[in-house]
Structures are given as C-alpha cells and as structure tokens.
C-alpha cells in the first residue's frame, strides 16, 4: 500500500501569506492546497485519502477563522486546526484551543514553531484515520455474529464461566462452549482479554447480570 502524502490545507487572506506557507511547507514535502476564505474552502471538494490538518487565519472577511471551526464541528468534517493570526490575544487562544485546535500562532511566527505544530496535527489525524479504520473493522466482524452469537458476546466479557453463561441463557454448557469457539474466531481474537479490548474500542458493554 503507497504511503498518501500529508495535505495541509491553507486558509488565508493574505496573499503573502499564503505564498509564504506554501514555500515553506511545499519544501516540507507536504502537499499543498490554498484558499483565500473560509467560503472557499467550505465550498471546496476535499475528498482525501490520508493525513490533513489546516492552517487557518482566525481574521478574516465573512466567516472568521473561529466561525469556520464552528461551521465544520456542526458539519462533523474532524480535522486538526493550527490558528495563526495577527491579532490574536489570550481570550481567542483559549476559545480555540477548547474547541479542539491544535495550536494558535501568532503572526510572525517562527518557522520550525509552524512545521512542529503541522507535524502534530498530521500525527494527530494519522492516529484519528486508524482508530476510525480499527474502529469500522471490529464493527464489521459484530456484524458477522447471529443473534446467539452476540448474546453469548456480551456474556462472555463480563468473565463469567461458561457453565455461568449456560445457566444464565438457560442452554447447555456444550452449546455455550460452542458459540464461544465461534465468537472468538469471527472476532479474530485468542482470548476473552483481547475480546474485551475490541468491544471496549466500538462501546459494546457487557450483559446485565447480578454475580
């Protein structure tokens, strides 16, 4: 499988700016994309198959830096955020951090300060992209498991004993014995420890059951 190369996303009003950082993070190695407002962008087509983050001014004309932040958290469109502005001040820096930012620079910022900040955020969103993989994959193996199967799922990550299971479904211990060579195999796992690991990962909770 070939490695995506990260994208960062600029959004920025001023046109040196925007020259400046696409100098700086093309030479990087990062693949670069500019926008001259958050209407932009927000009209954009982001169909991206690895890493991103972008790197968005907080003031600008229409939507503000802040207001695009909110726009995407109420569209669910996750993606680290380093703010960078000229008229930042300790208050906006809280909001944004809050919300979910990465970073918040202020203008001039260093050079090695933004690549640091960008290298985070690509890590951050690496580290999102594979959880949601994890997470998808584990679900779609819940999928594979009948009814019964499930059942016994939820049972089996409370620790009680097979011969528990079986008094509890009121089925016999054979058959419990049975479900659980299936559940383990469908789920790809070798023990009851690593089963609760998968199903703490997609939220599924143990059965109900008084010990």
Do not use: W
């Amino acid at each position: 499988m070939v490695d995506r190369i990260p994208v960062v996303f600029v959004v920025d009003d001023d046109p040196s700016i925007r020259e400046s950082l696409s100098l700086l993070l093309s030479s990087a190695g990062y693949d670069m994309k500019t926008f001259t407002s958050a209407k932009e962008f927000l009209e954009s087509k982001r169909d991206i198959s690895g890493p991103a983050c972008l790197v968005l001014d907080v003031k600008m004309p229409g939507l503000s830096g802040l207001d695009l932040q909110k726009e995407l958290r109420s569209r669910n469109y996750a993606i680290p955020i380093i703010f960078i502005t000229g008229h930042g001040d300790i208050p906006m820096s809280v909001q944004a951090m809050k919300k979910g930012a990465v970073d918040f620079l202020s203008k001039p910022f260093d050079d090695g300060d933004l690549l640091n900040a960008v290298k985070e955020a690509l890590f951050k969103d690496s580290q999102t992209r594979a959880d949601f993989n994890e997470q998808k994959h584990i679900r779609h193996r819940l999928d594979s498991l009948t009814k019964r199967e499930h059942e016994v799922l939820t049972y089996l990550i409370t620790g009680m004993l097979n011969k528990q299971i079986a008094y509890e479904l009121e089925i016999s211990e054979r058959t419990v014995k049975a479900h659980r060579k299936q559940v383990l195999d469908k789920m790809g796992v070798n023990s009851i420890a690593e089963l609760v690991r998968l199903t703490e990962k997609v939220g599924v909770g143990p059965a109900d059951v008084s010990f």
